[in-house]
């Protein structure tokens, strides 16, 4: 019901509905001037709501006291796995609220947070966000004027981070320092393979070795886990002898040991 103008009397309808219903799990709500009233109503019912998989909210002018809402019902719920909030006048505050919610979830795969002029302050709660979320594999913070400094933030968590794949960072005024910031911090990370951003062709070819090298080793992790499966189907007659000790510390070895030939 996207582009409909439903303000937030019409939100408020939906969401009532939300808390009965216990089929829908994609709801698409954009473009419909709920406001941060609306946004209200939208928590409320995320957090009685346990179908709910998608939910899209671009475009609805929620605003910071929107995102607080929205950030307050994501502590809370326990299904959702997409969430687009991009260009709705969020600022550092409403930034702040949604990545502190991210702390606690731990479901939601995928963010859009594009259009919303979080600025640095908002990234440096990205990166508290990213240090600790292990579950969140897609973010996009195009858009939102963050800088060097905001480069810097998010980047500084990415050492750390295993799950983030996916990191869309384009047209924010990173500068020179910034993309170099960024090619420093991809040497240390393993896993992002797709990275948008807008910087000169020096550091853009350099980001694009750096992510296909992840990529070749996220292939050949694939590949180890595959074989990994197939000698376990072979030898599990033999294994269910074992006691389940005996199997959790073989697995752990295993899993080590691939993780240091790749």
Request: with cysteine.
């Amino acid at each position: 019901i996207r582009h409909n103008s439903i303000g937030s009397v019409g939100a408020a309808s939906v969401c009532s509905a939300l808390l009965h219903n216990a089929v829908l799990t994609r709801l698409d709500l954009s473009s419909n001037n709920i406001g941060g009233v609306g946004a209200a109503s939208v928590g409320s019912a995320l957090e009685g709501n346990s179908v709910l998989t998608s939910l899209d909210l671009g475009w609805n002018h929620i605003g910071d006291i929107g995102a607080a809402n929205v950030g307050s019902a994501l502590e809370r719920n326990s299904v959702l796995t997409c969430l687009e909030l991009s260009f709705n006048d969020i600022g550092p505050v409403g930034a702040a609220s949604v990545f502190s919610a991210l702390l606690h979830n731990a479901v939601l795969t995928r963010l859009d947070l594009s259009g919303n002029n979080i600025g640095s302050v908002g990234a440096a709660s990205v990166c508290s966000a990213l240090l600790h979320n292990a579950v969140l594999t897609r973010l996009d913070l195009s858009s939102n004027n963050i800088g060097d400094v905001g480069a810097a933030s998010v980047c500084s968590a990415l050492e750390s981070n295993s799950v983030l794949t996916s990191l869309n960072l384009a047209w924010n005024h990173i500068g020179d320092v910034g993309a170099a910031i960024v090619c420093s911090a991809l040497e240390g990370n393993s896993v992002l393979v797709e990275l948008n951003c807008s910087f000169d062709h020096a550091h853009a070819c350099r980001i694009d070795a750096l992510l296909e090298r992840n990529r070749t080793r996220s292939l050949r992790r694939v590949a180890l886990l595959s074989l990994m499966d197939e000698d376990y189907n072979r030898e599990e007659g033999v294994l269910g002898h074992t006691n389940a000790l005996d199997q959790v510390f073989r697995n752990e070895y295993i899993i080590s040991r691939m993780f240091n030939y790749v």
